[in-house]
């Protein structure tokens, strides 16, 4: 499985941006896929996660950034609302076939390659 992590850019704080994550090689419709992040000097964090309708959330985006996923296009879609400078970070969206959805990053087999977010004051 190849992801494709894409939706990147500079916001100012309030702003929004919608991150794709779009998978080919098998489709995976069944597969958990996670976002996570990691900022300037910091670890790479979990941020959220979904397999099949609802996700589940880092309590620092809960309430700003939904998850969600299209199986007709084979991507997982991170809005981000309300976006911090906090937010800025690199995010790398991950896949687990079977169907993982936690926080724990090992367990999620195949990467994308990160897109930069940067939030400014």
């Known amino acids: 499985v190849q992801l494709q992590a894409s939706g990147g850019g500079l916001v100012q704080a309030g702003g929004s941006l919608r991150l794709s994550c779009a998978a080919s090689g098998r489709t995976f419709s069944t597969y958990g896929v996670g976002w996570f992040r990691q900022a300037p000097g910091k670890e790479r964090e979990f941020v959220a996660a979904?397999?099949?309708?609802?996700?589940r959330y880092a309590d620092s985006v809960k309430g700003r950034f939904t998850i969600s996923k299209d199986n007709a296009r084979n991507t997982v879609y991170l809005q981000m609302d309300s976006l911090e400078p906090e937010d800025t970070a690199i995010y790398y969206c991950?896949?687990?076939?079977?169907?993982?959805?936690?926080?724990?990053?090992?367990?999620?087999?195949?990467w994308g390659q990160g897109t930069q977010v940067t939030v400014s004051s």
């Open positions: 979904i397999r099949w309708s609802s996700g």
């Open positions: 991950a896949t687990d076939p079977d169907g993982y959805i936690g926080t724990i990053q090992h367990e999620y087999r195949y």
